[in-house]
């Protein structure tokens, strides 16, 4: 048990900077720690709307009303801090965290396993989904997959394995997924918010056509440009079709955030 202090002063580092870092971060922001984000140099973020890495194509980004700006230098974090931003470095090795020495670290990547997190990183390390035993790899691992235990902060054992398969929504699984057909560089010819119908060409790749499995709202679409490998998710279409979803940060996000918030508050709080 860590001492007790200011919840204000706590620095949290949060690597990766997907929809659930991104939800997580948001949260803890909302709760007034210090966060600090870390991502690769090409996130794959596909629910980028609500993604706080989508800094890194743009500068900055805003999330529900709150705002992270892409910084280079480590001083930049201290000062966006004062102006009630949350920085958000490309750092895939979390250097960072050798100069600010976060309070916290929640390592967010949502690999599927552990590539790089020790139990050693922080005074606090809380670890999100597969791939991590708490006690192990990190003081705390939280549940990600759908279900009773969405959020559950364990302090043992493992979080459930992944599934490989999406989430239902009105029964729909496969289908509402777009996957890149082949290999090459990926292209855009809907937005992020659009009604789209089965059948409909929403971008390609290499010139080869990605069109819509089913009826619904493009909820989330990876940034264009990028080369993708084949059989890579690079889309998802939301059947509900509302369009205000993907705009706002989803129920997992912020029930996996809980978990996190929880484990700093038995240490902290």
């Given amino acids: 048990m860590q001492k007790k202090i200011d919840l204000s002063e706590i620095k949290v580092c949060v690597k990766g900077g997907g929809d659930i870092a991104s939800g997580v971060a948001w949260r ?3 709760c007034g720690f210090r966060v600090f984000m870390t991502e690769i140099d090409q996130p794959m973020a596909v629910r980028r709307k609500v993604a706080f890495c989508d800094a890194i ?3 900055s ?7 992270a700006l892409l910084v280079h230098k480590t001083d930049e974090v201290f ?3 004062v102006q009630g931003k949350i920085p958000i470095l490309v750092d895939p090795i979390c250097k960072t965290c050798n100069v600010i020495r976060p309070d916290v670290l929640v390592d967010a990547i949502l690999a599927k396993k552990n590539i790089g997190t020790s139990l050693h990183d922080a005074p606090l390390v809380i670890a999100l989904g597969p791939g991590f035993e708490a006690g192990q790899d990190a003081h705390f691992v939280v549940e990600t997959n759908r279900g009773h235990y969405l959020g559950r902060l364990l302090g043992s054992g493992s979080a459930e394995a992944n599934t490989g398969a999406p ?10 997924v777009i996957r890149s057909p082949r290999e090459g560089i990926w292209q855009n010819n809907m937005e992020i918010g659009d009604l789209v119908k089965k059948g409909d060409m929403v971008g390609s790749v290499a010139g080869l056509p990605v069109d819509a499995l089913i009826d619904g709202v493009i909820r989330g679409m990876i940034h264009p440009g990028i080369m993708v490998s084949k059989d890579l998710k690079i889309g998802d279409i939301d059947p509900r079709g509302n369009k205000e979803n993907c705009f706002t940060i989803s129920e997992k996000a912020l029930a996996i955030a809980g978990g996190v918030l929880e484990g700093i508050l038995r240490v902290y709080g």
């Fill in 28 to 30: 803890l922001y909302q």
């Fill in 57 to 59: 194509y743009h500068d």
């Fill in 61 to 67: 980004t805003v999330v529900e009303g709150v705002e």
């Fill in 79 to 81: 000062s966006l801090w």
């Fill in 167 to 176: 989430g239902p929504v009105q029964g729909i699984t496969t289908d509402r």
